[in-house]
């Protein structure tokens, strides 16, 4: 069997076993397919072995210019699939074991202040339109429960409950997670669901929350479209994306108590690494404030 075969398996099996989102998958077929522009298409399974990987990493940074954090993305995907190869017993070694990762440089994540996402900065509209009712129960999703834009647009309505104030998230790698859920959610569930049926969209107990006319779950662009609208509208200037308020909802926790370990619980990451880039984010503020206020800083 040739290697493109070979990819095409992995990628069906990343879709229908661990039910990956159709973005995660792209970028895997993307990263895959630029191994295979450099090995050959014709090219066999051997193709696939420690020296051509670090051939690859090799073009991707020497040739290309690509940097540290889109070399670890396409590597990243090659070491996916050969531990998907050593999995189905295809190969007895993943090739890329002993390739590391390039260092990244350290970045510290955007996020708005406490201030900026205060009650009063959202105050009630009036006769509200389906996309802004829509946003605010987003923003209570991803800023209230910590969900990612992908949870909320695969969330159903059997999810969510009501009554105890949790949603059950289906995350990455088809893992489950329970996460509280805000008052402020369920008060407007309710005006949400009347909109969406006013708008003839089909809301069934089991069916997709944020439902189109056509049955189907919003397009994460339209998602996101509602997230920026919100905050250009209380006057946020900065990147205006759902990770920023998923950031926000991690940062706001830790600085005011939470343990560490229940907000990695809380975002559904698989290593608690993951979540220490939160406490690297309060320990730069605690010194920019120590130098601004220290008479010896």
């Known amino acids: 069997m040739s290697l ?3 990819i095409s398996n992995f990628l069906t099996y990343l879709e229908t076993r661990r039910r990956f989102s159709p973005r995660t998958i792209d970028t895997y077929r993307k990263s895959l397919d630029k191994f295979l522009a450099l090995v050959g298409e014709g090219a066999l399974l051997e193709s696939f072995s420690e020296m051509q990987v670090k051939s690859f990493v090799w073009d991707l940074k020497m040739r290309q210019k690509l940097s540290p954090t889109s070399i670890c993305e396409h590597l990243a995907a090659l070491k996916s699939f050969g ?7 295809i190969l007895e070694t993943n090739p890329t074991e002993n390739i590391p990762m390039p260092k990244r440089p350290k970045r510290l994540v955007a996020f708005l202040g406490q201030k900026d996402l205060a009650e009063e900065k959202f105050p009630e509209i009036e006769n509200p339109t389906l996309p802004q009712v829509r946003a605010r129960v987003l923003l209570e999703l991803i800023y209230g429960s910590g969900l990612r834009i992908s949870e909320c647009q695969s969330l159903t309505w059997d999810r969510l409950r009501e009554k105890e104030r949790l949603v059950r998230v289906l995350g990455k790698g088809n893992k489950e997670r329970i996460v509280p859920i805000t008052d402020s959610l369920v008060e407007r569930l309710g005006l949400f669901k ?10 069934l107990a089991t069916g997709f929350v944020f439902v189109s006319e056509d049955g189907k779950p919003y397009s994460i662009r339209t998602l996101r479209n509602d997230i920026q609208s919100l905050l250009r509208d209380i006057g946020w200037e900065g990147k205006a ?5 998923r950031h926000s909802f991690a940062t706001h926790l830790l600085e005011n108590g939470a343990e560490i370990m229940s907000v990695k619980e809380m975002l559904g990451h698989s290593s608690i690494s993951t979540t220490q880039i939160y406490t690297h984010v309060n320990a730069e503020r605690l010194k920019q404030a120590f130098k ?6």
Not at 292 to 297: D, F, L
């Open 4 to 6: 493109q075969n070979h």
């Open 83 to 89: 531990k998907y190869l050593v999995r189905s017993s």
């Open 194 to 203: 009347a909109k969406q049926a006013e708008a003839g969209h089909l809301v």
């Open 241 to 245: 994306s759902p990770h920023v308020l």
């Open 292 to 297: 601004k206020t220290h008479p010896r800083a």
